[in-house]
């Protein structure tokens, strides 16, 4: 069974109530998988810490809608339910004119029951007018019920809830009082992570003691029981399958280097030694922005994921084979960055070694030769790509269609990849003669083209952050370039 909480706009509390109901059902003896709709690593992480398992991504925009059906399926499967947390407003998309990318399409695509959070803080009877048009905006959308937000007490719930069901005749599963306590503090468009330090496990508690005072759990256990049992198909396995001899090699195994099967062995069917290599990714305070769905692919590729700190580490995880350097916030830590001096030759001991290193947004930042932030103030950073990395107070945000400026070991020349940008930051006095990872278009595909990042031997850094399951054979080719670099 699943269900989505969707809202009306942005800050109506989504993430509050789903994050509480996450907890709920888990008190409650449930199994749940989280889900977040859109490019959103923040909001995932207050569901994975409620689920006890990691929240999966769920974008049509950047993934294939067949595929991402798919992906949520084979989540979902292990679980006794699974809560989809919308994005902005329930009909908001790509395009203003359709729904991809929007959490209606998601909704249908899963054949997911619609629970619509209004924020009723300022309204009265009005919020029954919107309920009544958001449930016939979009026949094919099940919106199955409402929760009220933000009520000033019992009375104006009360009042609220009759409206809306005398309107819509669907339920309202709970009419919820603003709470000043959870309110959780913003940055940049966003809530701050739970990677970072904070009290979030008392947050979700007291988040599920609060839904599951004013929503009536039991009813909306039955609304998630409407939708239909999804197929017991295990993606990767199947994707493993389509990953045989002659679909899909390494591309740095078009020279010397013979190319293997997806399970690491020769195309002679002989076992090799070196078929799980170890690739490490940053994961801490500073850099905590990763999709899941990336590191699962990785290992279906037969990579072993371990983690490790840029900010209190020393060394890179033992044989590390490669290196994923997360986005993250790491000029809010470029004073214990810039001090990490052992993590800074231990990268560029690797650098020089020739492993592959994939850095992304923060990563970007970190890799080059200082960071400045918003007060002028300068940290030496790691120091593998020239230039710094200063902060703006412009925000550069959206989807991407991204084409590859150059043959690598991840992407072909023009291969075209869809992924999003969000950050307040530039990459200056980048030398011209550095040749640029991806040419940039907006989504539309309209306007002049924008080079970004670099891609210099074995280093593959950009500002983009990619869903490897908008192309999964990117899992395959990092992997089997880590092979390369076994011994």
């Not at 909704?107 to 029951?113: E, G, N, R």
């Not at 009520?151 to 409206?163: L, Y």
């Amino acid at each position: 069974m699943q269900i989505v909480i969707a809202g009306v706009h942005s800050g109506v509390g989504k993430t509050t109530i789903t994050a509480g109901l996450i907890s709920a059902f888990c008190h409650r003896g449930l199994t749940v998988q989280p889900f977040k709709v859109g490019p959103d690593y923040i909001d995932p992480t207050y569901h994975t810490l409620a689920a006890g398992r990691p929240c999966r991504n769920l974008d049509t925009w950047m993934i294939p809608p067949e595929r991402l059906s798919m992906l949520f399926h084979h989540h979902a499967r292990s679980a006794d339910i699974s809560v989809i947390e919308g994005v902005m407003g329930l009909f908001d998309g790509q395009d203003y004119l359709e729904d991809t990318g929007s959490t209606a399409q998601v909704a249908k695509l899963t054949h997911s029951p619609v629970v619509l959070v209004i924020d009723a803080g300022k309204m009265a009877r009005s919020a029954a007018a919107i309920a009544l048009g958001f449930q016939h905006f979009d026949p094919e959308l099940n919106i199955a019920g409402f929760i009220a937000n933000h009520v000033a007490g019992q009375s104006h719930g009360e009042g609220v809830a009759a409206a809306i069901e005398l309107a819509t005749g669907l339920p309202v599963l709970g009419y919820v009082p603003r709470n000043p306590a959870l309110e959780i503090p913003e940055r940049h468009l966003g809530l701050i992570p739970t990677g970072e330090p904070g009290r979030w496990q008392d947050f979700i508690d007291a988040a599920a003691g609060h839904v599951s005072r004013y929503i009536d759990l039991d009813r909306l256990l039955e609304v998630a029981h409407q939708a239909p049992r999804g197929p017991a198909k295990n993606l990767l396995a199947d994707l493993q399958a389509e990953w045989q001899p002659g679909n899909v090699v390494s591309l740095a195994a078009r020279g010397p280097s013979a190319p293997r099967n997806l399970d690491g062995t020769m195309l002679s069917g002989q076992p090799d030694p070196t078929r799980q290599p170890v690739i490490a990714v940053a994961r801490d305070a500073a850099f905590n922005f990763i999709y899941e769905e990336n590191l699962d692919l990785l290992r279906a590729a037969g990579a072993r994921i371990v983690f490790f700190s840029p900010l209190i580490d020393t060394e890179l995880p033992t044989d590390a084979r490669g290196v994923i350097l997360s986005g993250g916030f790491p000029e809010l830590y470029a004073k214990e960055l810039s001090t990490n001096d052992d993590m800074r030759q231990a990268l560029q001991k690797a650098h020089a070694q020739g492993l592959p290193i994939y850095a992304e947004c923060g990563g970007l930042m970190v890799l080059t030769q200082s960071i400045t932030d918003l007060q002028g103030q300068e940290y030496p950073m790691f120091g593998l790509l020239p230039g710094r990395s200063v902060m703006t107070e412009t925000l550069n945000m959206g989807y991407r269609l991204a084409h590859a400026a150059s043959s690598s070991w991840l992407i072909e020349p023009g291969e075209e990849i869809r992924g999003h940008e969000f950050h307040y930051s530039s990459w200056e006095d980048r030398p011209a003669n550095l040749i640029p990872a991806y040419s940039l278009l907006p989504s539309n595909g309209l306007g002049k083209p924008r080079l970004d990042g670099v891609c210099s031997g074995s280093l593959w850094a950009s500002y983009l952050h990619l869903p490897f399951w908008a192309k999964p054979e990117l899992a395959l080719r990092f992997v089997s370039s880590c092979r390369e670099k076994t011994s």
